[in-house]
């Protein structure tokens, strides 16, 4: 247990925490949409982490415990991730749950829960994490809108065709998929788009794992030609206040099938949307898609509403530590793009620390992190200078090099060469992910 000096301690959880864990969330998330009842969803998706959920055990929680009365303060969850990036893995901690206790608010318990966790992370080399949550909020402990997430066009209910008369199908999934859905992800992985997935495990866990009214439980459908399967949609179990069906992912293989299975999964999404209605008494006014606007199936459909993006937040303690990550992926794009770095060496700097990749030959070799010693700006050794949050948004594909220089005036290259290699290394990236939650 760790302590300030004060009636607070911060302890890793434990199985026995359940139930307190699951009355405290319960209490302090959502209120506005249950009148300050406790929420029965908050308190179901509590006890599926903890009694079930394939990455999650206790551990993963971090509290806040009152020492002079043994309750729980505050909490929160670092779910562990593996996401992929153009084929390389990329450790990720989805932060969940964070909340506290209203009689224990103004102790900056948000605070002692994310800098420990932000220590956790670290310690392990997990070199991202990302959070959903209250608007702006998060940029105060090193969260930035760095993920790009939907912006694919919204479509009416009545652009969508009633019924599909060919060869695909689409049907609710049941756990036997489990072991093709794992294969439909495991060809993802080597795509350009930035994906999180699944195996046998997850799938099953996502199809009949979660109890029925968890907040973050959805519907799971697999797209068949031939009774094989060749793709997936994962959408809501219910409208939205808005009487809106959510679709979170969709995937068919190969890609170029798209066309022949839209028709199909476009009717099926309109049946579903009209179920829920009748089943709420609710009108169901729209598809919406959090899905990238160049994704397929978005640019195939119906005509659409526009919809704006929306981004996730993102941190890195260490950007220099997730470019490494990224290494092999940078070789990769240089190759492509027949590029070769003329020097041995060259040097981007944070302002904090520096990242020196090392060339043989024009091909990158190696990438060592070392502390900036004297500002980047006046150092002749130093290619870019480009601010840790700057850096960010490069790694993770949510900003091109001509976007950042334009947006930071403390990002800098030295020359056009550098512009243009580095330009070739840092390209827009789709983000294909649904969280593991």
């Known amino acids: 247990m760790s302590s300030r000096g004060d009636h607070y301690g911060i302890r890793r959880g434990r199985e026995s925490d359940v139930d307190q864990l699951a009355r405290l969330q319960a209490a302090v998330q959502l209120q506005a949409a249950t009148g300050g009842e406790p929420h029965a969803g908050i308190t179901a998706w509590v006890h599926d982490l903890l009694s079930g959920h394939p990455s999650v055990t206790p551990d993963d929680f971090l509290v806040v415990e009152d020492t002079t009365t043994g309750r729980l303060a505050a909490s929160l969850v670092g779910l562990r991730q593996e996401w992929n990036l153009a084929g390389i893995r990329l450790p990720v901690i989805q932060v969940e749950l964070v909340g506290t206790a ?3 608010r103004g102790n900056q318990l948000t605070e002692r829960l994310l800098a420990a966790l932000h220590d956790r992370c ?101 797209l068949l030609r031939d009774e094989q399967v060749q793709g997936y949609l994962v959408h809501s179990t219910a409208l939205s206040a808005a009487g809106e069906l959510t679709v979170l992912a969709a995937t068919c293989e190969p890609a170029g099938r798209w066309p022949e299975a839209a028709a199909a999964t476009y009717a099926y999404l309109g049946r579903v949307g009209r179920r829920y209605a009748t089943t709420a008494q609710h009108p169901f006014h729209a598809v ?80 060592t992190a070392r502390r900036s010693t004297i500002g980047p700006s006046s150092d002749a050794s130093h290619h870019a200078a480009i601010p840790p949050g700057a850096l960010l948004h490069l790694a993770v594909g949510h900003r091109t090099l001509p976007e950042v220089l334009d947006a930071w005036p403390d990002a800098a290259v030295r020359d056009g060469l550098t512009e243009q290699f580095l330009t070739a290394a840092f390209p827009r990236v789709p983000v294909r992910v649904w969280p593991c939650n």
Do not use: K, N
């Not at 702006?136 to 065709?161: C, E, I, K, M, S």
């Not at 005509?303 to 890195?316: D, L, N, Q, V």
């Open 102 to 104: 209203p009689e224990h």
């Open 288 to 367: 919406r898609l959090l899905l990238d606007p160049d994704h397929l199936l978005a640019r195939i459909g119906p005509t659409g509403i526009p919809t704006r993006p929306r981004a996730w937040y993102a941190r890195t303690g260490d950007p220099v530590e997730l470019l490494a990550h990224l290494a092999p992926l940078l070789r990769r794009r240089w190759q492509s793009a027949d590029l070769r770095w003329p020097e041995s060496t060259l040097v981007i700097d944070t302002y904090t620390a520096s990242a020196h990749l090392e060339f043989d030959d024009g091909e990158l070799m190696a990438m």
């Open 122 to 222: 670290a310690t392990e080399r997990v070199p991202l994490q990302i959070v959903e949550g209250i608007p702006h909020f998060y940029r105060r402990f090193g969260y930035d809108y760095a993920l790009t997430h939907g912006g694919a066009p919204t479509v009416p209910a009545t652009a969508l065709p009633d019924a599909y008369p060919g060869a695909w199908t689409v049907r609710p999934a049941t756990a036997a998929d489990a072991d093709a859905l794992a294969r439909l992800d495991r060809r993802q992985v080597d795509g350009d788009a930035l994906v999180c997935p699944r195996d046998a495990a997850a799938w099953r866990y996502e199809i009949v794992g979660r109890r029925a009214e968890a907040l973050v439980r959805r519907e799971v459908a697999v």
